[in-house]
């Protein structure tokens, strides 16, 4: 699991690291703007986002972020204003912490929210009847048989999966799979879209691969009969 914090209070920020080392890898950053483009150039499974930074505050990195990425963040701040809370969770937050808070409460919420947002959070595989997806060797198998999904189809298929049900946007994806930074034009990922339909069409299963018309994709269970096949 990696971790990002952003925090410019050093030492708070060292306290942090040290309470997240036990469930992943931390990195620090202590200005908004270098937490946008770590965010950004990089995949985290969760970040740590303190509202008053210099350079460019929490809010404006919260709002950056989301239109690009879905990664899992949340907000530490001194204010507790229900107001408050619920502005940041509008715009995008998935949790937001009051400080002081101990080291209890941190591993307890962030844990919380891999499991919203990883709905799989903790295994290393995910199965849909006799589909399944190993996250560690990156195979995709259909009755134990091996799916020519690779590269970044399989880094599309695997993002859409672990965000099942929700709508993933094309841009979304396309800074998730190939990098906010990237010279490759967006319209790639409608080849990876396709390449992967083909193959789930294959298997009976392509109604699990949903377009959402003008917005992106979304992978859907229900598009799944449980005696073989799409619905």
């Not at 919260?62 to 715009?91: Q, Y």
Request: aromatic content about 8%.
């Amino acid at each position: 699991m990696r971790v990002l914090v952003v925090e410019d209070d050093k030492a708070l920020s060292d306290m942090l690291c040290r309470m997240l080392s036990s469930i992943g890898d931390t990195e620090a950053v202590y200005d908004g703007e270098s937490g946008l483009h770590k965010i950004l150039t990089n995949d985290y499974d969760i970040v740590i986002l303190d509202i008053m930074l210099p350079k460019m505050n929490g809010e404006e990195v919260l709002r950056s972020v989301r239109r690009h990425k879905l990664t899992p963040i949340i907000i530490l701040s001194a204010i507790g204003l229900l107001e408050r809370k619920v502005e940041f969770l509008n715009i995008g937050a998935d949790d937001y912490m009051v400080k002081p808070f101990s080291r209890e409460e941190l591993l307890a919420r962030v844990q919380a929210t891999m499991r919203r947002y990883h709905r799989d959070f903790g295994a290393l595989k995910y199965k849909l009847g006799d589909f399944a997806i190993d996250y560690m060797s990156k195979m995709v198998t259909y009755k134990e048989t091996l799916l020519p999904v690779n590269g970044k189809a399989y880094e599309v298929l695997e993002t859409l999966v672990k965000n099942k049900e929700i709508i993933v946007t094309k841009q979304q994806l396309f800074d998730s799979v190939c990098g906010f930074y990237s010279e490759t034009v967006q319209s790639v990922i409608e080849v990876y879209i396709y390449r992967l339909r083909k193959m789930l069409a294959s298997i009976g299963m392509s109604e699990c691969l949903q377009t959402v018309k003008t917005i992106g994709y979304r992978w859907s269970e229900a598009g799944y009969n449980a005696d073989g096949g799409a619905k």
